[in-house]
């Protein structure tokens, strides 16, 4: 191999890395957000937006891991709280149990919870997890991300996995983490859009 093409299979290799490191790393300490984006940074990758700052959310949708279809729409008026994860990803193993123990606490106040499934190629895996950690609340099945991918950029769009974000009553984006929670962290996260009256 010349001296050209090593340089050319290295440079390739590094792009490629880069790019499987942002597109779906699966990462417990990401951050994003700032001023430019219309939302606050806050620590370890907890970002918030204030009510009539928000975007929209996107129109997620889709087959489940049970066999059935949900979307985000069904759960109009009522604060959804989506997490993006894979069986594959230790973060994502290790809040589970603390994300079904908020889905339960909080399921008589108006509050979903709504899983997305990715990069998973064998939904068999996916609906394992849910099993061993008694997950009850739906699953989208996205194995190549394209529910994620309809996030809009510089919106408090998921970056990593796992991602939660919490959509409020109207339908907008309102809250996110970039890393795995535990369910103090994510009742925190979560009190203050409950809380909020619909507009």
Known sequence: MSGTNRRRTALLAVVAATAALTLGACSSGASGGGGQTGFITGKGGLDTTTAGHRQDAPEIGGATLDGG?????DYKGKVVV??????WCGPCRAEAKGLEEVAQ????????????????????NAIAFEKNFGITYPSLYDPDGTQILKFPKGSLNPQAIPSTIVVDRDGKLAARSLRALSSEDLENLLKPIV???QQ
């Open 69 to 73: 279809k949900a979307a985000l729409a």
């Open 195 to 197: 809380a909020e009256k």
């Open 105 to 124: 606490k909080y399921q008589g106040q108006g509050v979903q919870f709504l899983g997305i499934n990715t990069r998973d190629t064998d939904p068999g």
């Open 82 to 87: 989506l997490n993006v994860w894979g069986s």
